[in-house]
């Protein structure tokens, strides 16, 4: 962290601008499931975290590289409830969705950006915690 303020370059470089259109290609991929088209919205070594707290599935460990964060979505997504609505928001301070069944936040997904692609991916499915997610 003291070395990222000691830099001169922010630690996310990015505009509402790219938000918007990398919110919107990483939406149509996942809508369409093109592994593809998430690559192509992904920086080549682009880490996942996510966090169920033990209480919700997620990834017990980062995942790293375009391709292997983009398999996990793919299966991800061979899973996911009929019901399951996203709805594009800001997740604490970045870019990203929620995802709804029914009316129940079932995960929030926010991410980083940097040089034009996703860098660092964040899924939060720790229901205790998507109690006080911040979005707007």
């Given at each position: 962290?003291?070395?990222?303020?000691?830099?001169a370059?922010?630690?996310f470089?990015?505009?509402?601008?790219?938000?918007?259109?990398?919110t919107?290609?990483?939406?149509a991929?996942i809508?369409?499931a093109?592994?593809q088209a998430?690559i192509?919205?992904?920086?080549?070594?682009?880490?996942?975290?996510s966090?169920g707290?033990g209480?919700?599935?997620a990834?017990?460990?980062?995942?790293?590289?375009?391709?292997?964060?983009?398999?996990?979505?793919?299966?991800?997504?061979?899973?996911r409830?009929e019901?399951l609505?996203?709805?594009?928001?800001?997740?604490?301070g970045l870019?990203?969705?929620?995802?709804?069944e029914?009316?129940?936040?079932?995960?929030?997904?926010?991410?980083?950006i940097?040089?034009g692609?996703?860098?660092?991916l964040?899924m939060?499915?720790?229901?205790?915690?998507?109690t006080?997610?911040?979005s707007?």
């Amino acid at each position: 962290a003291r070395k990222r303020v000691q830099e001169a370059h922010p630690r996310f470089d990015t505009n509402a601008r790219e938000h918007l259109r990398l919110t919107n290609a990483f939406s149509a991929a996942i809508t369409s499931a093109d592994p593809q088209a998430l690559i192509d919205c992904m920086s080549e070594d682009v880490v996942f975290y996510s966090d169920g707290g033990g209480k919700a599935i997620a990834a017990l460990n980062p995942l790293y590289g375009a391709d292997h964060v983009s398999r996990f979505f793919m299966g991800i997504l061979k899973k996911r409830p009929e019901n399951l609505a996203v709805t594009p928001a800001t997740v604490n301070g970045l870019p990203g969705f929620l995802m709804y069944e029914g009316d129940v936040v079932h995960s929030a997904l926010s991410f980083g950006i940097s040089g034009g692609r996703i860098s660092t991916l964040y899924m939060m499915r720790n229901p205790e915690k998507l109690t006080r997610v911040e979005s707007f």
